[in-house]
Nanobody, 121 residues
Framework: QLQFAESGGGLVQPGGSLTLSCAATGFKLELYPIGWFRQAPGKEREEVSCIDTIELNTTYADSVKGRFTISRDNHKNTVYLQMNSLKPEDSGVYYC??????????????WGQGTQVTVSS
């Protein structure tokens, strides 16, 4: 089973920045498209961003475009999510997981524990 370890979350004021990391155990992240998702209390999990394996194509939810940047470091077997200009509505637990070809959602994806992001003054 694929295992992920998300880290980098925390408490930040509105307008602040955080960088989340997604590390993999037992497999190479570079072989898969990787997506970041988030879930706020009482809401469904939503896709935030994805980075494909081919030409490193990236996608972003409209709510984070221009503020978040997804990237890979294959040497470190890690995918990052740089989050700038954070808003209270960005709060939630952030997860990473593998996606299918062309960043399609994988219904059989494995999920880690996630990392909590709280944006509040």
């Amino acid at each position: 089973q694929l295992q992920f370890a998300e880290s980098g979350g925390g408490l930040v004021q509105p307008g602040g920045s955080l960088t989340l990391s997604c590390a993999a155990t037992g497999f190479k992240l570079e072989l898969y498209p990787i997506g970041w998702f988030r879930q706020a209390p009482g809401k469904e999990r939503e896709e935030v961003s994805c980075i494909d394996t081919i030409e490193l194509n990236t996608t972003y939810a409209d709510s984070v475009k221009g503020r978040f940047t997804i990237s890979r470091d294959n040497h470190k077997n890690t995918v990052y999510l740089q989050m700038n200009s954070l808003k209270p509505e960005d709060s939630g637990v952030y997860y990473c997981t593998t996606m299918l070809y062309d960043c399609q959602i994988d219904p059989a994806a494995s999920w880690g524990q996630g990392t909590q992001v709280t944006v509040s003054s």
